[in-house]
């Protein structure tokens, strides 16, 4: 029973060692039908942080947040947490200039628009990238 | 003020209701959000009362008072169709009716056909400088408030009319610009025994940004035509003792009734390191009077702590005798301290030590002969949206 228990904690650290080394990148995705290859770090920003919402192929970007890797995402576009990032928002929402990005709740609904809109982007962590998306960008963490 | 403590209660109960996010309903399409403050400052003036603008009739006297900051904002988008949304906002806060009785700042439809032209037409923000829309929004900046010397006379609360705004991508730049034409009405209070109401029938403006990494640049310009009637105390006098039309005659002293706005800004944020200055003149109808008001800020984010310091100063250029008392001359130093308890609430702490040299519209219950003093006041502050 001893021996099964340190085998239990063994594993157990070195999946969190996994996980926590596996956690690296974030990739800016769209639907794998849209003709957009690649966008560039300050279209990414411009595009999320609601300055301008123009893709390469001149369609209008609806860019996804997705509730679990936000705070992620936003440190690694703008090197920013989440309380800066709702005081910028709250700079555009509260002036009436700009809305920030949809919110999808969970995985689910995040995978239902990205896959039902090609002029949709989201992110995902770079490692779990679901079928049918292209990378379009990745972010450094 | 019989309301400021249904504001009070309004503000704990956003604030218990727990820092959630946006509210969103009917699949996305409506979205029910919200901004406040509830302020408190500290004043050991007893010769003057501070105001943070000149539409709040009565200023903070010595000692505490909990009406000078304190303010709640409640907004509904709609987006109606991928192109065209619209939002409306109403805010409650100590102002020119000497109440807190709640008034429309926003209700516009917008028209956004493409990334980069949008038309909004209805009523809009104040939008003559880098920060003034925004200016009532305490979550969106390290302050308490916005520098009182920059903002604090001269400044409208509302347009009714339209804007367009054009943005072009130059390389991994941005160049937007917006035009701006149409009218507002708002009061001043020059002094306890002088008050200005602005019929301003035509106001038109622009301005030209330019976006380049961490850094926003602007450049703007904006006139209001205005019919002007100046009522109160000081008002009758003139009328009784001169016999004469004291409209006619404060319009002639002041120079409200046309009123250019000339602006400069530059706002940096990059890392842990935020930066703005804004310098603005106010041109008065003669041209002979103008009023130069500015501002530079430094904040240093470090986790939820962001201190930060901030030099203001306002001066009126007038090559008369200042007949009526309005010219002003007085600088400002501010340091606080901004904590994030959550993504949504932040509290804050300022101290300001104002140099007055010349009171002039900024200030209420002004004993005679009051100037070249110091003020300090203390201010905290706690600033939440939801």
Known sequence: MTRFTRWIRVTTIALLFIGTTARADIAIVINDASTVRQISHSEAVNIFMGRYRRLPNDSVALPIDQAPIKARFYRALVQKDMAEINSYWARLVFSGRASPPQQAGNSEDFLDIMTHNNNALGYVDAARTPPHMRVLLTLSE | ?386
Request: glycine fraction near 10%; aromatic fraction near 12%; proline fraction near 4%.
């Open chain 2, 1 to 386: 003020m019989k309301s400021l403590p249904i504001l009070l209660m309004a503000l704990l109960l956003a604030c218990s209701a727990g820092a959630q996010a946006q509210t969103r309903l009917l699949d996305d399409r409506v979205t029910l959000s919200g901004f406040g403050t509830l302020g408190l400052i500290h004043s050991d003036q007893d010769r003057a009362d501070f105001v943070r603008d000149t539409g709040q009739p009565k200023g903070a006297e010595k000692g505490w008072s909990a009406r000078t900051d304190t303010r709640l904002g409640l907004q509904a988008s709609v987006r109606l169709t991928d192109e065209l949304d619209t939002v409306v906002q109403g805010m409650s806060q100590y102002h020119s009716s000497g109440d807190f009785s709640p008034e429309l700042m926003l209700a516009f439809v917008r028209y956004a056909p493409d990334p980069g032209f949008q038309l909004r037409v209805g009523r809009l923000g104040w939008d003559v400088d880098l920060i003034s829309e925004s200016r009532y929004v305490g979550f969106a900046y390290p302050w308490i408030r916005p520098p009182v010397d920059h903002f604090g006379v001269l400044q409208l609360t509302y347009i009714d009319g339209a804007d367009v705004t054009f943005t072009r991508p130059v390389g991994d730049d941005l160049v937007w610009a917006r035009l701006v034409a149409g009218r507002s009405d708002s009061r001043f209070f020059m002094s306890d025994a002088l008050e200005a109401d602005f019929d301003a029938h035509n106001v038109l403006g622009g301005h030209l940004n330019y976006e380049t990494g961490p850094w926003r640049f602007r450049a703007g310009y904006t006139r209001v035509r205005s019919e002007v009637s100046f009522s109160g105390g000081d008002a009758d006098l003139i009328d009784q003792m001169f016999n004469i039309d004291a409209n006619r005659y404060l319009n002639y002293l002041t120079g409200f009734d046309e009123l250019q706005v000339y602006s400069l800004g530059a706002a940096y944020s990059s890392g842990p390191l935020q930066l703005q200055a804004i310098w603005n003149r106010d041109i008065l109808a003669d041209g002979d009077t103008w009023l130069d008001t500015g501002f530079v800020s430094a904040a240093w984010r470090m986790d939820r702590w962001t201190p930060y310091a901030m030099a203001s100063g306002t001066r009126t250029h007038d090559s008369r005798e200042d007949p009526i008392g309005s010219n002003i001359e007085q600088n400002t130093w501010s340091l606080g301290l901004r904590y994030d308890v959550t993504t949504h609430l932040a509290l804050k702490a300022q101290f300001d030590r104002i140099h007055t040299r010349s009171p002039g519209l900024l200030w209420r219950g002004i004993d005679d002969g009051w100037k070249d003093d110091q003020s300090n006041l203390v201010s905290l502050g706690l600033d939440f949206i939801f």
